[in-house]
């Protein structure tokens, strides 16, 4: 009896701390911001970014990294399609001058994007995270 016990506190603790990391990859870039980002920062909070979405300002993009389908199954109001896959191939699109605010499912694959795009002189960003963290409606379609 003692044995299995054993086993199963081992299978316990393993699920812990696999928890934990998965845990600590999702949420370690969100808030990440270029060097010239800081201005982005007031939007992390969603009740804020959600004013921004009512009252949108033109020297600011919401963009979705996510793939299309993603996108077309809900996003955030006002953003923009980008996904991860193509966004290097649309730089013509995206003004390096432009503040961007990514989001992804989680937020590692905004700041993936983030890390491709600095080396290119890209310096207003935000990694917004996860969309998950919206409490809000998203929008569907296009």
């Known amino acids: 009896m003692n044995l299995e016990k054993e086993m199963i506190m081992k299978q316990f603790l393993k699920v812990l701390a696999a928890a934990a990391v998965i845990g600590i990859v999702m949420s370690c870039s969100t808030g990440y911001t270029a060097s010239e980002g800081d201005i982005l920062e007031k939007y992390l909070e969603p009740e804020s970014l959600l004013v921004l979405t ?3 300002d033109p020297a600011i993009w919401i963009i979705d990294v996510r793939p299309g389908g993603a996108y077309d199954n809900g996003h955030i109001p006002t ?7 193509e966004i290097m191939d649309r730089l013509e699109e995206l003004p390096q001058t432009q503040y961007l605010i990514f989001y992804c499912e989680t937020g590692g694959r905004a700041q993936m994007v983030i890390d491709k795009l600095e080396p290119r002189g890209y310096t207003r960003m935000l990694n917004w995270g996860g ?3 919206w ?3 998203l929008v569907t379609g296009d």
């Open 54 to 56: 009512q009252n949108p």
């Open 79 to 85: 953003a923009k399609s980008f996904p991860s896959g």
């Open 131 to 133: 969309y998950t963290r």
């Open 135 to 137: 409490p809000y409606d």
